[in-house]
Nanobody, 126 residues
């Protein structure tokens, strides 16, 4: 499975961006996908995730009400609509995917994802 992320850019605080993550290869094996972000000097942080089959989604608290994750199964693409952006949202955003859902809490550890995109920079100016 290969993941290609796009859609990052520079935006003023309060603005919006939509990130896209296109999957290719053995996409039929994907069970769920997620978005992570990593700011300079910080660890990679889970942001949002979505189940491929059901569309059930999960967000970190700071993303709830501002970000929306969605998927287009036919296009093998996951989106992250980000509204009301804040300078604290500045980071490189990565999409990730995995094949096996074990149930329980949503996988938020990067080690729980087998496939990663290349990252796209999001910069929010104040």
């Amino acid at each position: 499975v290969q993941l290609q992320a796009s859609g990052g850019g520079v935006v003023q605080a309060g603005g919006s961006l939509r990130l896209s993550c296109a999957a290719s290869g053995r996409t039929g094996s994907i069970a769920y996908m997620g978005w992570f972000r990593q700011a300079p000097g910080k660890e990679r942080e889970f942001v949002a995730g979505v189940m491929k089959s059901s569309g059930k989604s999960y967000y970190i608290d700071s993303a709830k009400g501002r970000f929306t994750i969605s998927r287009d199964v036919a296009k093998n693409t996951v989106y992250l609509q980000m509204n009301s952006l804040k300078p604290d949202d500045t980071a490189v955003y990565y999409c990730a995917a995995d094949r096996t859902w074990y149930g329980g809490n949503w996988p938020s550890n990067p080690r729980q994802y087998d496939y990663w995109g290349q990252g796209t920079q999001v910069t929010v100016s104040s």
